[in-house]
Nanobody, 110 residues
Framework: QVQLVESGGGQVQPGGSLRLTCKAS????????MSWYRQTPGKEREFVAK??????LYANAVKGRFTISRDNGPNTLYLQMDSLKPDDTAVYYC?????WGQGTHVTVSA
């Protein structure tokens, strides 16, 4: 069984930064991807970024502003979010295989 726990969300002004953390417990294989998704009310959950070994993939909406990183030692996934926009407001979820965290809220407003 895998458990994912996100943290680091909060409220920030446009242009600000936040760093999200996802701590994973259970059997985590470093060669399998870990990802961040986000969801706003009334919309489907959307892909944000993925880390597969040394490869990093990003949604176009966050490319150049967000950086995903992964520390396989303590099985932790990070999302550094810079130059935040109001459109980035969402609940952010960590994903590994079929497992999801409970989400962490990010609000970007003046």
């Amino acid at each position: 069984q895998v458990q994912l726990v996100e943290s680091g969300g909060g409220q920030v002004q446009p242009g600000g930064s936040l760093r999200l953390t996802c701590k994973a417990s259970g059997t985590i294989y470093p060669f399998k991807p870990m990802s961040w998704y986000r969801q706003t009310p009334g919309k489907e959950r959307e892909f944000v970024a993925k880390a597969i070994a040394e490869r990093k993939l990003y949604a176009n909406a966050v490319k150049g502003r967000f950086t995903i990183s992964r520390d396989n030692g303590p099985n932790t996934l990070y999302l550094q979010m810079d130059s935040l926009k109001p459109d980035d407001t969402a609940v952010y979820y960590c994903n590994y295989e079929s497992f999801w965290g409970q989400g962490t809220h990010v609000t970007v407003s003046a």
